[in-house]
């Protein structure tokens, strides 16, 4: 992964992450901006099934099958976020 | 089948695919690359919280099973009760723990302003084995005169006391190494790699004997600065899960060079020397 590509996603995912925890419906836009971003990256399928997920209604939701699909949302953007991070820590280019 | 800590049955109720997800998570998991051996977690909640999310014992060593962990210590979710005392939900944890013994490690869960006394004893005589406190959840100090009081009394009975040291507006350097100064030996777990103040927490308290670090959801570059010599898995089930927890550790023993006995250390034998085997 290059360096910019990793820091822009460590950066957007970054924000993901509080808007997701606030239920901030700014997330959607911002996980779709996000898989753009990680096009062709080693982490771009965990990001675009992030995104793929939160296009679906009722991701803030209380009801437990809402609170699932929200959860595993929030670990595919922290592996993303993870994956990431790595590269930018290692250089890797 | 459970994926990411959910119920395949309630991902399915999402529109979910379980087994497409599941083989995401188990590239995730790979992608940490760490190698097999004995495994356990030292931040794991049972029961349920004021916010909604909920874990039951059983589902806990489900997960557990599904990724090799062989203990986990378990401690309540923010459920204080009327009292403020956490009474109901540690004895829910320690029956959720003798349910599954010896699998699960009960910690007694208190706040330091509320009842914390009869709430150790309790929870000793109920085979209790370590403190967890949460200064932001409960609101206080962690260098409160009652803070130090309380961590005096699990010290006293040999217990570690896992201190939540993520999120948080406070400065957490300069209150814990107080508390770690105040009651010797001491055993101070810092949870979440002590994001909440990382770099100063490390500077002032990384070379302590009493302070340990847990790495549940913790930021890679603050696991890459720490010893893994102080360095504990924890996973923050139910917020965190199994899998991305694994790549979190398996990238920062790549990176920071970590020897296989290293990794040992922080996957089990930390915990073993912590909490017990």
């Known amino acids: 992964m290059r360096r910019t590509d990793a820091l822009r996603l460590v950066a957007a995912l970054g924000a993901i992450e509080m808007a997701l925890v606030r239920r901030d419906d700014v997330a959607g836009p911002l996980l779709a901006q996000a898989a753009r971003a990680a096009a062709a990256t080693p982490v771009d399928t965990w990001v675009a099934e992030a995104a793929r997920l939160m296009r679906a209604p009722g991701c803030f939701g209380d009801a437990p099958h809402e609170m699932a699909r929200r959860s595993a949302v929030q670990a595919l953007c922290r592996a993303s976020a993870q994956g990431a991070q790595a590269a930018l820590l290692t250089g890797t280019e | ?277």
Not at chain 2, 24 to 44: K, W, Y
Not at chain 2, 107 to 124: H, K, L, Q, T, Y
């Open chain 2, 1 to 277: 089948m459970r994926v990411f800590g959910e119920s395949a049955s309630r991902l399915a109720e999402a529109g979910i695919d379980p087994a497409a997800l599941a083989e995401i998570e188990d590239a995730v998991a790979r992608s940490g690359g760490l190698p097999d051996g004995p495994r356990a977690d030292v931040h794991a909640h049972l029961g349920r919280d004021r916010d909604g999310h909920a874990l039951a014992a059983e589902d806990l060593v489900g997960d557990m099973d599904r990724w090799g962990f062989g203990l986990a210590a378990v401690f309540a979710l923010n459920d204080a009760g009327a009292r403020g005392d956490f009474a109901e939900a540690n004895a829910l944890v320690r029956a959720s723990a003798a349910r599954c013994a010896p699998r699960l490690v009960p910690f007694c869960r208190v706040d330091p302003n509320a009842g914390w006394a009869s709430a150790i004893d309790r929870a000793e005589s109920g085979g209790a084995r370590g403190l967890k406190l949460h200064p932001v959840a409960q609101r206080f100090a962690p260098d409160a005169d009652a803070v130090i009081e309380c961590v005096g009394r699990a010290t006293a009975i040999g217990w570690p006391v896992l201190i939540h040291a993520g999120f948080g507006a406070r400065a957490l350097a300069a209150p814990l190494a107080h508390l770690a100064d105040a009651v010797p030996g001491a055993c101070l777990i810092l949870a979440h790699g002590a994001r909440g103040d990382a770099r100063a927490v490390r500077d002032a308290l990384a070379g302590h004997p009493g302070v340990w670090f847990d790495t549940s959801l913790a930021v890679l570059a603050d696991l890459v600065e720490l010893p893994p010599e102080r360095l504990v898995f924890g996973s923050d089930r139910p917020y965190g899960d199994y899998a991305t927890g694994l790549q979190l550790v398996g990238c920062a023993a790549r990176i920071a060079g970590w020897s296989p006995s290293q990794i040992e250390a922080v996957m089990y034998g930390n915990f073993a020397t912590l909490v017990g085997a």
